[in-house]
């Protein structure tokens, strides 16, 4: 009885054992082909706007590389399994290259103005909900927090686009830039113009700016 007893124990260990192996040879074979279908979908897009008339800068990486880069950083996520980085989208058409980019720049800033702004003015909405707030207080917020979206994209400074891609339109030069920011940096910077702008454009007072900017 000790003997099938021994044997029973040394099989289930076998069989757990077979299982973890088993799960994580699944892990990395889904992986490889996520890897793979990804890869293939960034060939199949570089080389769609390729014939589309896309071109990169001089000395910039090439269309795949960029489509590349630009999916790897969507895809990266903090320890809380959030995204890493905010991204947004600009586009502009103007007489020359480095004009279109400019403007394509501010475009995709103010873009993810917009996405930081929104996020914290649901959050700011939330603590008026919690601390009873009343209604003058929240228009007075609502209106402000609309209003510094420019204020935000101004401060948000230089950023790098992971992606930089241009087109001719007649005589002129449509450009489309995607950019990526730390989402942990940018919603700091946010937070801290719309604070500021809360405090010189409303009438509510420090303790309570204070509470509703406690997220």
């Known amino acids: ?50 014939k589309e008339g896309w071109f990169v800068a001089p000395g910039a990486l090439m269309i795949e590389k960029q489509l590349e880069r630009s999916y790897m950083r969507q895809s990266e996520t903090n320890d809380k399994n959030e995204p890493k980085y905010v991204t947004a989208t600009g586009n502009s058409v103007a007489e020359t290259q480095t004009a279109a980019k400019l403007q394509a720049m501010e475009t995709a800033k103010l873009e993810m103005a917009g996405q930081l702004s929104s996020q914290i003015a649901a959050l700011i909405e939330n603590n008026i909900a919690n601390y009873q707030r009343n209604n003058d207080d929240a ?51 946010a937070k801290r113009v719309i ?14 700016l204070d509470a509703l900017m406690k997220f």
């Open 195 to 208: 604070r500021k702008s809360l405090d010189e454009e409303t009438k509510i007072a420090h303790d309570k």
């Open 1 to 50: 009885m000790k003997t099938f007893t021994n044997f029973l124990l040394a099989f289930t260990i076998l069989f757990s054992a077979t299982n973890v192996l088993m799960a994580q040879q699944t892990a990395k074979e889904l992986k490889k082909e996520a890897s793979s279908k990804v890869a293939r979908k960034i060939r199949q897009e570089a080389k769609k706007l390729t």
């Open 139 to 189: 228009a007075s917020v609502t209106k402000t927090i609309a209003a510094s979206k420019s204020l935000i994209a101004q401060e948000l400074g230089l950023v790098i686009p992971m992606v930089e891609l241009y087109k001719k339109i007649g005589q002129n030069t449509e450009a489309n830039v995607r950019l990526a920011y730390n989402m942990a940096t940018a919603f700091d910077v």
